[in-house]
């Protein structure tokens, strides 16, 4: 089954804060996270494996809850360039990922 | 690091015709490569997961006589389309593993039928 994002859709003016959640009715054994803008290929940003480690990428961190079978990305002091989709990809400890559902993400100036 | 390329980019074809696309792994070798389709606003959906040098294996309802997948060599992976109708039209990812359980994922490849 695939995992549920949560907002659907984001709206922010430049400089503010996001957060995206990720929501799995199975255990994981890690997740993945991606952007994909319009027309592109989806570019990794982070991977999280079991353990409820978080981990940051400049001002884009994320957590996860194994015990929750969710996890969390944060943005914050959003820029332009965020602009996008965001899917969380999870993984079962096998190779294969499943994705979420996505959730678009749309900064102004 | 972890470049993946595809080809071609954009491809259309009438009814009917096979349509193959390539995934190449540039910089690194990739035993394990995967094949998505993503229809427009939707996720990406996981069609297979191709494996260097064995038969690839294939989520359910994907019918694997129709998408043809070839892994080659440890730097390239093949989709066919077979006898492609107007309902195949979409954007076909790939990825290749690199490293533990992290995929990069090619520009995809966009496909039309009429």
């Known amino acids: 089954q695939q995992p549920v994002q949560s907002p659907q859709a984001v709206i922010l003016r430049e400089g503010e804060d996001a957060v995206i959640n990720c929501s799995s009715s199975k255990a994981l054994y890690s997740v993945h996270w991606y952007r994909q803008k319009h027309g592109e290929a989806p570019v990794f940003l982070m991977i999280?494996?079991?353990?409820?480690e978080q981990k940051g990428h400049e001002k884009i961190s994320a957590s996860f809850n194994e015990k929750k079978q969710q996890s969390s990305l944060y943005l914050t002091a959003s820029q332009l360039s965020y602009s996008g989709t965001y899917f969380c990809g999870t993984g079962e400890n096998t190779d294969k990922l499943i994705f979420g559902t996505g959730t678009r993400l749309q900064v102004f100036p | 690091g972890a470049v993946v390329s595809q080809h071609p980019s954009w491809v259309i074809c009438k009814s009917g015709t096979s349509v193959k696309i390539e995934c190449r792994s540039l910089d690194f070798q990739a035993t394990t490569m995967f094949w998505y389709r993503q229809f427009p606003k939707q996720s990406l959906m996981l069609m297979a997961t191709s494996n260097e040098g064995s038969k690839a294996t294939y989520e359910q309802g994907v019918e694997k006589d129709k998408f043809l997948i070839n892994h080659a060599s440890l730097t390239l992976s093949t989709l066919t389309v077979t006898s492609a109708h107007p309902e195949d039209s979409s954007f076909y990812i790939c990825s290749a593993e690199a490293g533990v359980e992290t995929q990069y994922f090619g520009p995809g490849t966009r496909l039309l039928v009429l």
């Open positions: 999280l494996l079991k353990g409820g």
